[in-house]
C-alpha cells in the first residue's frame, strides 16, 4: 500500500494561501518544535542513525525495528487534540506531534532529525485522461472508471507537466522560518514519488481486469502504453534533475516501502552539490499486478521499470506483492539494495534467496494490531520465528499499512516493544 505519511518531517505539504498564524498557534508550534529539538539532541538519535548506516550497508546489526501506524494516528493524535484551528497551523501541528510521538512514545528506531522539512508549492497536469471515482467519501473505498477505453485513444495521452510556484515556496518557507527558525531549522526538501512502478497508473487508465486481458489478448498494445508511462517517468525525473529540484534521500528520509536512507555509499563519488537521480534511493513495486504469472510480470511490469531504476544508485524494490515467485525476475534490477517481504511471501524462501546480499524488509500482518484483541503471545511467536529464521539476514522489521489500531492507541507503541524485545534477545 501506498504510504505518504512516514517521514513526518521531510517534505510537508504546502498551501502558499493559508500563512496567517494566530500568536496563540505560533507559540503552539514554538512550543512543540522545541520539543522536537530536545528529542533529536539525544545522544541515542546517532546511535539510531549508525544502525541504519550499517544495515543499509549490509553489515551485521540487530533487526531494526520501525513502526508507521499510518491511520492508526488518527486514534493515536485525534484532531480534537489539536490545539491549533488555522488549516495550515494545523496540519503542521500534528506532523510536529507526530514526530514527538516517535520520539518519546513509539521506542523504534526510526530517528529524531533536527529539522522541519517543507515541500514545494506546486502543481501538476495528468496525462490527458483521468479516471472518475465512484465512492471514497470520508477516505473510504471507492471504484474508478477508467478512461482509455479503446486503444485507438492512446495518441491523446501526454506527459505529465510539473509547475513550481517559486514565489509560493518562498513565502511559505519564510513563515515557517520566522515561527520556527531559531527553534528548528527549516528545509525544503520534497518527496516527488513515491513508488516508480507505473502500474498503479496503468490500471487507473486502463482498468486493473482489463489490464490483465490485455496481457492476453492485446499485448502489443499493452507494451506501447508502458512503452509511454515508462518515457513519461524518465521525462519527469530528467525535468527535476534539470531545474535542480532534487533532493539527497541518503538520510532519514523514508525510501522504498520500509527503512530509512541512511547511506555513506550516496551520493556518487562526483557528486557536487546537484543532485540527480545516481545520487539517491530508487524505488519501484507491481502490488497491481499481483493477480498475474511471474512470467507475465517479466514480460509486461520489469522490462519498463529496469530503465528508469537503472538512473539511480541503489533501489529498493517491493511492497504488498509477495516476491517469492517473482525473484528471478526482480533480481536483475541493478543495484537492487532493500526487497519487501510481504505477509503473503514466504519467510524461508525469502530468507534462502536474500541472504546477507540485500536488507530483508519485513512486514508483520498489520491485521495483528486491529484485531479485536490484541495478542501479544501470538505476536511474540510469530517474531520470534520469523527472526530465527532470518538471522542470516540483514533485516528491518517494518510495520505499515495499519488502516486502524482497534480503538486501542497504545498497540503500535506494545508492538514495537514486543518486536524490539525479540530483535534484541534472539
Avoid at 529464521?389 to 510495520?399: A, G, K, P
Wanted: charged content about 25%.
Amino acid at each position: 500500500m501506498m504510504n505518504q505519511t512516514v517521514s513526518a518531517l521531510t517534505g510537508v505539504s504546502s498551501d502558499a494561501g493559508d500563512l496567517a498564524f494566530s500568536e496563540a498557534e505560533r507559540q503552539v508550534l514554538r512550543r512543540l518544535a522545541g520539543e522536537v529539538a530536545e528529542l533529536a539532541a539525544r545522544p541515542v538519535e546517532q546511535e539510531k542513525r549508525e544502525l541504519w548506516y550499517r544495515l543499509n550497508a549490509l553489515e551485521p546489526t540487530r533487526p531494526l525495528v520501525f513502526c508507521d501506524p499510518e491511520n492508526g494516528w488518527n486514534e493515536i493524535i485525534p484532531t480534537d487534540v489539536l490545539e491549533c484551528t488555522g488549516e495550515q497551523a494545523r496540519r503542521w501541528e500534528m506532523v510536529l506531534r507526530k514526530e514527538i510521538y516517535w520520539g518519546a512514545e513509539m521506542g523504534d528506531d526510526r530517528v529524531v532529525e533536527p529539522c522541519f522539512g517543507l515541500a514545494h508549492v506546486y502543481s501538476q497536469t495528468d496525462y490527458g485522461m483521468r479516471e472518475t471515482r465512484i465512492g471514497g467519501e470520508d477516505g473510504g473505498s471507492y471504484v474508478w472508471d477508467s478512461p482509455l477505453k479503446d486503444y485507438a485513444d492512446l495518441p491523446k495521452l501526454h506527459f505529465t507537466s510539473l509547475t513550481v510556484d517559486h514565489a509560493g515556496t518562498e513565502r511559505v518557507l519564510d513563515a515557517a522560518n520566522e515561527i520556527l527558525g531559531d527553534v528548528l531549522p527549516v528545509q525544503l526538501k520534497t518527496v516527488w514519488w513515491w513508488s516508480l512502478g507505473m502500474t498503479s497508473t496503468l490500471i487507473r487508465l486502463r482498468g486493473l481486469e482489463q489490464m490483465m486481458f490485455d496481457m492476453m489478448e492485446q499485448p502489443e498494445d499493452l507494451h506501447r502504453l508502458m512503452a509511454f508511462l515508462r518515457d513519461a517517468h524518465l521525462d519527469r525525473l530528467d525535468y527535476l534533475e534539470r531545474n535542480g529540484l532534487l533532493s539527497l534521500n541518503s538520510d532519514g528520509t523514508y525510501v522504498g516501502s520500509g527503512g530509512f536512507g541512511w547511506s555513506r555509499e550516496l551520493p556518487a563519488s562526483d557528486y557536487d552539490g546537484r543532485v540527480r537521480a545516481q545520487d539517491m534511493w530508487g524505488f519501484a513495486e507491481s502490488q497491481e499486478s499481483v493477480g498475474v504469472s511471474p512470467r507475465m510480470f517479466g514480460e509486461f511490469i520489469l522490462p519498463y521499470q529496469i530503465p528508469i531504476l537503472e538512473r539511480f544508485g541503489l533501489n529498493c524494490y517491493g511492497c504488498c506483492e509477495p516476491l517469492d515467485a517473482r525473484w528471478r525476475y526482480v533480481q536483475q534490477i541493478p543495484r537492487l539494495r532493500r526487497v519487501s517481504v510481504s505477509p503473503w511471501a514466504s519467510i524461508p524462501d525469502m530468507a534462502e534467496k536474500l541472504g546477507a546480499n540485500y536488507i530483508y524488509s519485513m512486514k508483520p500482518s498489520p491485521s495483528d494490531l486491529a484485531m479485536p484483541t490484541f495478542n501479544e503471545e501470538a505476536i511474540r511467536s510469530m517474531l520470534e520465528e520469523a527472526l530465527r529464521t532470518t538471522r542470516d539476514c540483514r533485516v528491518e522489521v517494518i510495520m505499515k499499512d495499519n488502516h486502524t489500531l482497534g480503538g486501542d492507541p497504545s498497540r503500535a507503541k506494545r508492538w514495537v516493544a514486543i518486536a524490539r524485545s525479540v530483535a534484541e534477545n534472539l
